[in-house]
């Protein structure tokens, strides 16, 4: 597969091995991909190899390092429509997952995960099993959600 892509993105062909058929994409197609970075949170993950990644343009996105932005970027997700978590719940949370971020021991808490655990809420959990939860469904086979829950304490 990636030599046929390696070809389309060379070439601006690509060849369909069953058929022995070169076919040219329309002029407007596009092409997407997406790779983990070679951190701890995707350590666990296949590398795309450098031939494929050095076709293609990188862009970082870092998690949201000012709580205030996350904690504006978090509401206007959860409470756009009506009030679904209080603004001072929401703070405690984002501080929270910003701690996660911080302990390369710790499940890390994105802020797609923080949209999770306020649809949690919504759904009828505490904002404190919320969390536990999705700490324990992000955890990596290395890490154990319970070395969070003392810290959290303080939060929730």
């Known amino acids: 597969a990636a030599m046929a892509l390696h070809r389309l993105l060379n070439e601006g062909k690509l060849l369909v091995k069953a058929h022995g058929e070169l ?3 329309h002029p ?3 092409i997407v991909i997406t790779m983990n970075p070679p951190t701890r949170e ?3 993950s296949e590398p ?3 031939a494929t990644r050095g076709r293609f ?3 970082e996105q870092p998690y949201i390092q000012d709580i205030e932005v996350e904690l504006d970027t978090l509401d206007a997700q ?3 429509g009506s009030r679904v978590v209080d ?3 929401l703070r405690k949370i984002v501080q929270f997952a910003h701690q996660t971020r911080q ?3 710790w499940p890390t808490l994105s802020t797609r995960n923080l949209v999770i655990v306020c649809e949690h809420i919504e759904d009828g959990a505490s904002p404190k099993a919320a969390v536990k939860n999705e700490v324990w469904a992000v955890a990596e086979p290395n890490q154990y959600p319970g070395d969070t829950y003392e810290t959290l304490d303080d939060y929730l």
């Open 103 to 105: 302990n390369e021991n």
């Open 23 to 25: 076919v040219e994409p």
């Open 48 to 50: 795309m190899n450098s």
């Open 28 to 30: 407007s197609a596009r």
């Open 57 to 59: 343009r990188a862009l």
């Open 78 to 80: 959860v409470n756009s």
């Open 42 to 44: 995707y350590r666990d």
């Open 87 to 89: 603004r001072g719940t």
